[in-house]
């Protein structure tokens, strides 16, 4: 008689806790997928974020905020070009002219990180930070080439670079460019 209500026991808490689980996977919201545009917002977040710590890197000659700098902005060349995939598989050149527009934001953080990146190697004394330095302007080179990838295949779906650096506005917190006095 004691086995049984033992076992009745065991089997009361795996319903009781599977109950529970129910509840809470019922009643846990799941986050709605960001839309193409979203991405498009978050990424130009992500390399304004990296156009200002790259420029920092580039005063300062810190490499570890040009390497957190080129974190950001693998991530967003990576959301860019996620979204000029879906515009030229959907045809849909609205969404390629702003993964375009979102692109040339990534190109200039990039841009800088390889400044940053090969002025702290041509200027430290330091074996290690030479090396790690030359390491980043190569990987920062290589999303500068999924940048002109994603350029490429967002043009291909009707999109226009003249429109693109139009649209571009520089981080507030960096310097504008200004033209050189000839």
Partial sequence: MLKRISVSKRHLVAITLGMFAALLFLTTPVPAAETPQQQLERAETLSAEATVKATLALETGDLALAQEAQALAT???????????????????????????ASVGVGE??????????????????????????????????TA????????????TGASMAVAEEAYEPPADTPADTPADT
């Fill in 75 to 101: 991530e967003a060349a990576e959301i860019v070009s996620t979204v000029a995939d879906i515009a030229a598989d959907t045809g849909d050149t609205a969404l390629a002219q702003a993964a375009l527009n």
């Fill in 109 to 142: 953080a990039t841009n800088i990180i390889v400044g940053a990146a090969e002025t702290i190697a041509a200027t430290s004394t330091d074996t290690a930070t030479v090396e790690a330095a030359t390491a980043l302007a190569t990987t920062a080179t290589t």
């Fill in 145 to 156: 080439e999924t940048t002109t990838t994603t350029q490429e295949t967002a043009m291909a």
